[in-house]
């Protein structure tokens, strides 16, 4: 074996079981990516990969040198981060998975001010309809809105947050009132994709009784859109509302959902003092940020 280069190289191909998706990870075309796993097999006298039309899967020669990578990888970073040191602030890249109604509406202005502190630090926010997997590392660290019970996870409670149903006033005055839940079976819903939801605590509609969804998209984004166009009435995160003017709260009182984010990284990261110390920022961001556009929420509300 060569280099830690080579090592770094299998790692992605290993994660990502293509050597052009390991390629773009690593800002290199695939047929170099190629050799140089050919050449970390030659040196080893193993093949590392099986092809086939699913993409590179682990031999088991592969599976046991992971673990031997992975270590290889924690000590090159830990030896990065002593030789910077803790005062000069946060550099380099990290990557946030996370669901799009935190990654579209909470995140950005969270990151935004760690980026303004930290002027050398690069912040990826990946919104995904789905678990973010962090074993592949797509990400370096994960916002989720259940903990996940199995692998080499650590798991940390952020914080609760609010969901209320929500209408634009044009839809209000132009349609029947709703006084009460049962009048909502007499309205247009906007909601998730019903066999599409990837965490049930998103299955919002089922708690109303609601099962068709006229309108549903697997993106927050899109339903919160067709909310401001006054196609019909969803399920809103509180933080999103100051967003949103033409938006007010229906039955607030009778309709109200609380959730959790939880902050969600590799077991092996504990030990990087860097990653730690962008965890902390980012956790002291969200539940700074998110009490106060709660707070605005409330505060603009005009419920119905």
């Not at 390629?23 to 990969?49: K, Q, Y």
């Not at 682990?58 to 030896?79: I, M, N």
């Not at 919104?127 to 199995?150: F, K």
Request: some cysteine; charged content about 25%; glycine content about 8%.
């Amino acid at each position: 074996m060569d280099n830690w280069d080579d090592l770094r190289i299998f790692l992605a191909v290993a994660r990502d079981e293509s050597l052009s998706a390991a390629g773009r990870r690593l800002r290199m075309d695939a047929a170099t990516v190629g050799r140089r796993v050919a050449r970390l097999e030659e040196s080893l006298g193993a093949p590392l990969f099986a092809k086939s039309p699913q993409g590179y899967a682990l031999t088991e020669a592969g599976s046991r040198l992971v673990r031997f990578a992975e270590e290889a990888e924690q000590a090159t970073s830990q030896a990065s981060e002593a030789l910077v040191g803790r005062a000069e602030g946060l550099s380099g890249q990290f990557r946030i998975g996370a669901p799009d109604g935190c990654a579209n509406f909470l995140l950005p202005q969270v990151c935004a001010r760690i980026v303004d502190r930290n002027p050398d630090l690069d912040v990826q926010i990946l919104a995904q309809p789905r678990v973010v997997n962090l074993s592949r590392r797509e990400a370096d660290m994960a916002i989720s809105v259940s903990p996940p019970s199995g692998g080499r996870l650590v798991v940390q409670k952020v914080t609760d947050y609010r969901l209320h149903l929500a209408a634009s006033d044009e839809y209000l005055a132009q349609n029947a009132p709703v006084t009460s839940p049962e009048d909502l079976k007499g309205h247009r819903v906007i909601g998730y994709i019903p066999d599409m939801i990837f965490d049930k605590e998103l299955d919002y509609l089922s708690d109303l009784g609601l099962e068709r969804v006229p309108l549903a998209s697997s993106s927050v984004a899109v339903q919160f859109h067709w909310l401001r166009l006054g196609a019909g009435l969803g399920i809103v995160h509180d933080f999103a509302m100051p967003t949103a003017p033409g938006l007010q709260f229906v039955l607030r009182d009778e309709i109200s959902l609380t959730r959790s984010f939880y902050l969600v990284r590799h077991a092996d990261d504990r030990r990087l003092e860097r990653q730690t110390r962008f965890a902390e920022a980012l956790v002291a961001g969200m539940r700074e940020e998110l009490t106060r556009l709660e707070t605005l929420a409330g505060q603009g509300d005009a419920t119905v």
